[in-house]
């Protein structure tokens, strides 16, 4: 509301491309996040959409400066997980841990309270402390029936600490519990549940490649045989052009014939 209104609609197309584009391409929404951020780098709106798009490129440095920008805009603590994360993607687990213990976490709501746990208990993975890690993510929301937002991904990530602490049949009922919360499909729990059964998918893509190779093959071998068919005629033909030349030439013995017998006449 703070822009020109022609300039608000250019910047807000731009936006829109960045949440349109995230997922499916993130290189490409990084590029409209960085025409937003030419047109109109004041607004914490833009700064916040330029550090998702960064964060989504793994340019953490720029994405933990745009992010810093929004929040001191803003004056918000929602950003403060995903900037804990930017310190991990730095390969500085310990400010994200320094981060999870400071006074903001307490300001941020359930969600966010929830990611901040999530990257610490990655930040404790990182250092290799995989039983801290473990402990980090147990509490209230992960023994919770309900199903809320953040509830796949919180079972996801402990699963998948207890499988790397070798607790497989703990691992597999939490991947199993994680797949029921998994609604919009956000994780791969399906996938890792097989892996732990020892099932192998067959991609259905491929097989349908090889019928379709197999069918070409077949496609080819009938053009074969109908240039093979194809050339058997063109032989009759030449043939039948070969009768001609004959017929022919009798003709003109015939024509000398006749000339010869007009010539004794003559005589």
């Not at 929301?141 to 207890?162: G, I, K, M």
């Not at 890792?192 to 090889?210: K, M, Q, Y």
């Not at 068919?229 to 032989?235: A, L, N, Q």
């Amino acid at each position: 509301m703070s822009l020109p209104k022609g300039l608000a609609e250019e910047v807000s197309k731009n936006l829109v491309m960045v949440a349109k584009m995230i997922d499916e391409d993130p290189e490409l929404a990084y590029e409209y996040s960085k025409i937003a951020l030419r047109l109109a780098s004041r607004v914490a709106a833009v700064r916040e959409a330029a550090g998702f798009a960064a964060y989504a490129t793994q340019r953490y440095t720029e994405a933990l400066a745009e992010f810093r920008a929004a929040r001191r805009m803003t004056g918000g603590v929602e950003l403060w997980p995903v900037m804990a994360d930017c310190e991990r993607g730095l390969g500085r687990p310990e400010r994200a841990l320094a981060m999870a213990g400071e006074a903001e976490v307490q300001k941020l709501d359930k969600a966010g309270q929830v990611e901040m746990r999530l990257v610490a208990a990655g930040a404790r993975r990182d250092q290799g402390q995989l039983d801290a890690a473990i402990v980090t993510l147990q509490g209230p929301e992960l023994a919770s029936n309900s199903v809320q937002p953040w509830t796949a991904r919180l079972r996801y990530a402990y699963a998948d600490a207890l499988l790397s602490a070798g607790r497989e049949g703990e691992a597999r009922e939490w991947f199993a519990k994680a797949l029921e919360a998994d609604k919009d499909g956000v994780t791969d729990a399906s996938d890792r549940l097989a892996e732990l059964d020892g099932v192998e998918f067959v991609d259905a893509i491929d097989v349908s490649d090889d019928h379709a190779d197999e069918a070409d093959g077949d496609e080819t071998d009938g053009d074969e045989a109908d240039d093979h068919t194809d050339g058997e005629d063109i032989d009759e033909v030449d043939s039948a052009e070969v009768d001609d030349s004959t017929d022919s030439a009798e003709l003109d013995d015939d024509g000398d014939a006749v000339a010869e017998a007009e010539g004794d006449d003559d005589k």
